[in-house]
């Protein structure tokens, strides 16, 4: 390019094809994106779907159900937990996801499981995890870890939804605050 060239850095006529062209392109792409089709992908690519999530609630629930059910000192927290789980499954199945709902219900639940985990170990030398085993035996086909599932729960919804993976909404349920054990494991 010699002196005379000098490429004007002002808006011109080619600008405006340019932006005409783009914006034309924008606008016939929105006119036909799904955008549910669009988020399912995303949620098939990250391996995620509502099943998957809902599934996984319903599996937390079912374990709690088995303590509500001895009517012992934490049945209060651990009902509510699971009305929370419940919410959670709603909220998750919902249109349009309500993100905000599912961060407050996520925060709700950690903290009347870890309530609940307290109130147990307080009054019956026991966590909840080793209520739920005491509760359901043999029917187990797997060892209970309630902060773990949990856990999990929240890794993938804070996945398919884009929430905060720090701070006080996203923070992990620790069970009264005590640091995990090597392994990531709570003492049960």
Do not use: K, N
Not at 2 to 11: A, E, L, P, R
Not at 71 to 90: I, K, N, S, Y
């Amino acid at each position: 390019m010699t002196d005379d060239q000098v490429h004007d850095d002002g808006f011109d006529e080619t600008d405006e094809f340019v932006r005409g062209v783009r914006d034309g392109y924008i606008a016939r792409s929105d006119a036909v994106f799904d955008f549910a089709a669009g988020l399912a992908d995303v949620h098939r690519r990250a391996g995620l779907t509502e099943g998957d999530l809902c599934a996984r609630i319903d599996a937390l629930a079912s374990l709690l159900d088995a303590v509500e059910r001895l009517q012992g000192p934490a049945t209060g927290d651990v009902r509510r937990a699971r009305e929370g789980l419940f919410a959670l499954r709603h909220a998750v199945t919902a249109r349009p996801r309500p993100r905000a709902e599912v961060e407050q219900l996520l925060g709700t639940v950690a903290d009347h499981l870890d309530r609940a985990d307290r109130v147990l170990r307080d009054r019956r030398g026991m966590s909840l995890d080793g209520m739920i085993r005491q509760s359901l035996g043999d029917v187990l086909d797997r060892p209970v870890d309630t902060a773990s599932e949990l856990r999990t729960l929240r890794g993938r919804i804070t996945a398919g939804f884009g929430l905060p993976q720090d701070g006080a909404s996203a923070r992990p349920w620790t069970r009264g605050g005590a640091a995990p054990e090597a392994g990531g494991r709570h003492r049960s």
